[in-house]
């Protein structure tokens, strides 16, 4: 199918073509979250409402799991993004108030109390005027927070005052909350009461009314533990767990962890959704469009071609296709496992500094499994070998090999390489040239030489232009070598007597 439409093109012409149809629309509701989740991104939330609006509960609940939560960078911990969440009632909103108080009311409580509670600060009107007069709050005191009170939006509902904790998304979250009381009076009232109890746990540990009433800290709840749980009978990988994953398997000790055997657990619990495939034309459409991709990831076992894609990764996809003739379900077994380490090589891996792109990290998978299996104790040029290994231990065990062998002779020998070079060639008290060096021998000591990549800038006056591109490759969390990542011995011995050679005196 020839694309007419691509990412710069008008999405108006997209949401045509997928609202004209019934039989579209209806396929719109069976699309798996992440798609519908990517198609809106696509689209930008803005833009969106139709979509939203076309979209069922269970959907847009595991859609706010994605698109809710973010980290600052792979392996920190993903925080609730509030002002995200109004944005999204607002857009909820254009399928009017009454439809996104009944989609609020569909979701999980506790999920709701927690978005509530970061756009607004609930309190009981008659605990705050009896707390008042039994603790007799100094006058000045009492004038800050009635100060306070009169420079926020806030608004009396039943026995509550509700105060908005974000301006932006005040008329959006209040309007909600209106619709709510009519239609759905007894929950609001829980909900209110929950916000109200957490908002009174809040003024206490922050100091009082006053000082809540003039900072922005954000709730935290089980909401969060129960979105990871979700996630990872999905197949997602949180990136705090992701990034214990990728230290474990530096340091050799990756495949019978907690981490895995949750992965593992959660495969065996997984239940088929039982919703029917959405039809073709809808998928064609999405790809045309540059929604999905229309590559199979079993295709970037062929040959491939482009920077990154493993061409030399022949050991694994030897032994993958003797395993798809031989032993199917260990074959799917293994492409599951690929799915996994893809996950959290995105979730908690960055290389040249920013995350990971989802191809990126299919491709560094299956480059590091490669590295493992040729550098497994038995190693062997025998497809039928390499794919007995797979059954009997799957992927993963490789990919833990693979992935020492690049942090131990990769990243590390070169790291030292640089450092010693560096060393020699920085003069003592050169400013922020020597505060990085010394910084990056810290990281060295601590097993992570990129930490501080940033500072690097300070060293390329003392290497060549080449000395320090290979620097920026090497000495990473996820390695490069000419713009390739690595899955071979052969390459990982090029990198080293490249180092040797650009820094030889």
């Known amino acids: 199918m020839t694309s007419q439409l691509s990412r710069g093109v008008d999405t108006r012409s997209l949401l045509y073509r997928i609202l004209e149809s019934p039989e579209q629309v209806s396929a719109l509701q069976q699309l798996p979250p992440p798609t519908l989740a990517r198609l809106i991104h696509h689209v930008g939330l803005e833009d969106a409402g139709e979509l939203v609006a076309l979209a069922t509960t269970q959907q847009l609940a595991r859609i706010f799991d994605e698109d809710l939560w973010h980290s600052t960078r792979p392996g920190r911990q993903e925080r609730f993004d509030a002002e995200r969440f109004g944005l999204w009632l607002e857009v909820m909103l ?58 926020s939006l806030s608004q009396e509902l039943d026995r509550f005052l509700l105060i908005s904790r974000r301006p932006e998304s005040w008329d959006a979250v209040l309007t909600v909350l209106v619709a709510l009381d009519e239609a759905h009076h007894e929950l609001l009232t829980r909900l209110l009461e929950r916000c109200c109890h957490l908002a009174s746990e809040l003024i206490e540990d922050n100091g009082g009314l006053y000082a809540v009433l003039t900072t922005a800290e954000q709730l935290e709840t089980d909401v969060s533990q129960a979105r990871e749980e979700r996630r990872e009978r999905e197949g997602f990988v949180s990136p705090t767990d992701a990034a214990a994953f990728l230290g474990l398997a530096r340091s050799g000790r990756v495949g019978d962890d907690p981490i895995t055997r949750g992965y593992t657990q959660g495969k065996r619990e997984a239940a088929p959704s039982g919703k029917a495939a959405p039809t073709l034309p809808l998928l064609h459409l999405l790809q045309a469009a540059e929604v999905l991709t229309a590559q199979p990831p079993v295709a970037l076992l062929g040959p ?114 640089f450092n010693a070079a560096l060393d020699r060639r920085v003069p003592a008290e050169r400013g922020e040239a020597t505060r990085a060096r010394a910084q990056l021998a810290r990281d060295i000591a601590a097993g992570k030489p990129w930490a501080s990549r940033k500072r690097w800038v300070h060293f390329a006056p003392f290497l060549s232009k080449a000395a320090f591109a290979a620097m920026r490759e090497l000495v990473d969390e996820c390695p490069a070598f000419n713009g390739a990542f690595l899955a071979t011995r052969k390459q990982v011995e090029a990198a080293r007597r490249r180092v040797g050679e650009l820094l030889a005196p």
């Open 304 to 417: 491939g071609s482009g920077t990154g894609t493993p061409t030399s990764a022949t050991a694994i996809r030897d032994a993958l296709a003797w395993l798809q003739d031989e032993a199917p379900e260990a074959f799917s077994r293994c492409m599951g496992e690929l799915g996994y380490l893809a996950n959290v090589l995105v979730s908690g891996c960055s290389h040249s500094g920013r995350p990971l792109r989802a191809l990126e990290a299919a491709q560094v998978a299956i480059a590091t499994c490669n590295l493992g299996l040729e550098a497994h104790p038995e190693a062997r040029a025998d497809r039928s070998w390499a794919g007995g290994i797979l059954a009997r231990e799957g992927l993963i065990p490789a990919f833990g090999q693979g992935w020492r062998v690049l942090h131990e002779e990769v990243v590390l020998r070169s790291a030292c390489a």
């Open 94 to 151: 254009e399928m009017g108030a009454d439809r996104a108080a009944a989609r609020l009311a569909e979701m999980d409580e506790d999920f709701v109390t927690f978005a509530l509670s970061g756009q607004l600060l609930v309190l009981d009107m008659d605990a705050l005027t009896m707390n008042r007069l039994r603790q007799g709050e100094a006058r000045e005191d009492e004038s800050l927070v009635d100060k306070a009170l009169e420079s």
